[in-house]
């Protein structure tokens, strides 16, 4: 499968990074766009890459909670 992310980085941190339009992080914590209403798609992975699940939801803060698998990886998508 061929999979094109793109992201424009904005700011990067310890562990994650976070772009215009995804955050990528292999923390569990408090993610997002913080100061307008976002929707997102959340995607999880498990320590191999694969697809651990995948959430749609909003924020009228545009911060979200994030629970990573266990040396996996989340992928917030900005809708």
Do not use: Y
Not at 6 to 14: G, N, R
């Amino acid at each position: 499968m061929n999979i094109r992310w793109h992201i424009t980085p904005k700011d990067l941190h310890a562990c994650w990074i976070r772009g215009k339009e995804r955050i990528i992080t292999i923390h569990s914590g408090t993610f997002g766009w913080e100061g307008a209403p976002v929707a997102i798609e959340l995607r999880l992975f498990d320590r191999a890459g694969r697809a651990a699940g995948v959430e749609q939801t909003t924020s009228s803060s545009g911060m979200f909670p994030v629970r990573v698998p266990e040396k996996g990886m989340a992928i917030l998508i900005r809708k």
